[in-house]
């Protein structure tokens, strides 16, 4: 009976070792799973960072275009008011001249007056 109980102790041991084992080749099998998804996982949170990068430097570019942009603007914006300036200088100096004009008529006519005053006090004379 000893014989015979220590071939089913020896059995029980096998059948036992044979579960360990079974279980150990299931962990490892789950510990590639989890290795291989963690992998994965690396991987998309380096493209994500790689992402991020591209998505930093076109927001640089952005920001200096948008700066250029608002700096064109304001240049256009003074060119248009020198102008505007330069208009108004333009109007004054017309309104200037016409006044001009108009006294040079006046003085035109008055001279005109005189001269002819003048032959008329010669030729009576």
Do not use: Y
């Amino acid at each position: 009976m000893d014989i015979g109980r220590g071939f089913e102790i020896a059995g029980q041991t096998r059948q036992s070792t044979s579960d360990v084992a079974k279980l150990v080749t299931g962990v490892n099998t789950q510990i590639a799973t989890v290795k291989n998804a963690m992998s994965r996982q690396e991987s998309a949170i380096l493209e994500l960072i790689s992402q991020a990068d591209v998505i930093r430097e076109q927001s640089r570019i952005i920001a200096m275009s948008t700066t250029e942009q608002k700096r064109g603007m304001l240049e256009g914006a003074n060119t248009i008011q020198n102008l505007a300036n330069m208009a108004s200088d333009i109007a004054t100096s017309n309104t200037r001249i016409l006044e001009l004009i108009r006294v040079l008529n006046e003085k035109s006519g008055e001279l005109k007056g005189l001269i002819q005053n003048l032959d008329e006090q010669e030729a009576g004379a």
